[in-house]
């Protein structure tokens, strides 16, 4: 599960950007990461750039992953933008509407360009 997370402080929100091995553990402990660094930063907006390598994850890890941490993290957070830049298929949509129909406010997006652009259009706290 090693994993390196590098954080940007913007003005409205943090960008993390993750690398290391692609795995259920590495995602589940790295969004443990993000949402107590932006706790403890009191920053409710949060952009996530994944770069993990290595086989993307299916279905079901991603169902479970999404589910989990939407009920464990609702509140916590105002916006979640997410880019994997390896991401294939719809998958990562899937996670996202998983996420949504719990309440928690994610969105994925193809670029980090379209994440920031979306996250500029959000009010500040």
Not at 58 to 68: K, N, Y
Request: glycine residues 6%; proline residues 6%; hydrophobic residues 40%.
């Amino acid at each position: 599960m090693p994993y390196e997370l590098t954080i940007i402080e913007k003005p409205t929100y943090l960008h993390f950007i993750v690398t290391g091995e692609n795995s259920r553990d590495t995602v589940a402990h790295y969004m443990e990461d993000v949402i107590r660094k932006c706790t403890e930063r009191n920053f409710p907006r949060a952009l996530v750039e994944e770069r993990l390598q290595g086989p993307r994850l299916g279905t079901i890890d991603v169902f479970c992953l999404s589910a989990a941490m939407s009920m464990r993290y609702i509140g916590t957070l105002k916006s979640l933008a997410y880019v994997d830049v390896h991401a294939v298929g719809d998958t990562m949509k899937f996670a996202e509407n998983v996420a949504v129909n719990r309440g928690f406010p994610a969105r994925v997006f193809s670029t980090v360009a379209a994440a920031e652009k979306w996250l500029a259009g959000k009010p500040p706290s």
